[in-house]
Structure formats: structure tokens, C-alpha cells
């Protein structure tokens, strides 16, 4: 049975940093696409960081460029998410999601999901 699980969320003040985490179990995680997305009240969502299939390549999504930054370990079959100048529009809703998608920023093609962690940042 495929499974992620999220942790790290949390309520921050602006200019700070948390770590979110997602574990993977049931499948070989390396040879999907995984994502980290969010969605805030209100707006769809949307791609925060990807990574391509077998960690080719990470992208960031412009608004989190130079401040988050994706890893994984592959021998605990975890994906993070570490954040950095946490900004209160950085609130949201995060998910980890993987899948066999042939366009890793679409959201709509995850086969799988997390339940999500919260991200609240005050000013």
C-alpha cells in the first residue's frame, strides 16, 4: 500500500525556518516524480519544488527560489522540503505527492498524496 506521510508544519514568525518531512512506503519512490505543493485558503494549488525522476533535476517554483530547497534520502525514502525567510504568503496547506507523471509541475497527475502539514507564518 503506497503512503506518504508529511510532519514539520508549524506556525513561524516571518524570517524563519522550518523543515518538513515525507516518507514514502510502498513503492520505489527514486523512480517517480515527487513534488512538494501547496494551497492556501481560497486558491488552487500549487508546485512549490519538484524533482524529476530518479533526482535527476530539482526546480523551484520563482516565489520560493533561494529559499527552500527539496532533498532526499533515499535510504530512509524521505523527502524534505527545508524553508528559509518564511514569508506569511508562504501560508499554506503543504503536500508531499509522488507519482509516474510525464510532467512533474502538474499537479493533476499525482497518483499519490500526503495528508498535508500546515504552514502558518505571521508578520
Known amino acids: 500500500q503506497v503512503q506518504l506521510l508529511e510532519s514539520g508544519g508549524g506556525s513561524v514568525q516571518a524570517g524563519g525556518s522550518l523543515r518538513l518531512s515525507c516518507v514514502a512506503s510502498?513503492?520505489?519512490?527514486?523512480?517517480?516524480?515527487l513534488g512538494w505543493f501547496r494551497q492556501a485558503p481560497g486558491k488552487e494549488r500549487e508546485g512549490v519544488a519538484i524533482?524529476?525522476?530518479?533526482?535527476?533535476?530539482?526546480e523551484y517554483s520563482d516565489d520560493v527560489k533561494g529559499r527552500f530547497a527539496l532533498s532526499k534520502d533515499n535510504a530512509k525514502n524521505t523527502l524534505y522540503l527545508q524553508m528559509n525567510s518564511l514569508k506569511p504568503e508562504d501560508t499554506a496547506m503543504y503536500y508531499c505527492?509522488?507519482?509516474?507523471?510525464?510532467?512533474?509541475?502538474?499537479?493533476?497527475?499525482?497518483?499519490?498524496w500526503g495528508q498535508g502539514t500546515q504552514v502558518t507564518v505571521s508578520s
Open positions: 510502498g513503492f520505489t519512490y527514486n523512480n517517480y516524480c
Open positions: 505527492a509522488a507519482g509516474p507523471v510525464s510532467v512533474c509541475w502538474a499537479a493533476g497527475q499525482y497518483k499519490y
Open positions: 524533482s524529476h525522476r530518479l533526482g535527476t533535476h530539482i
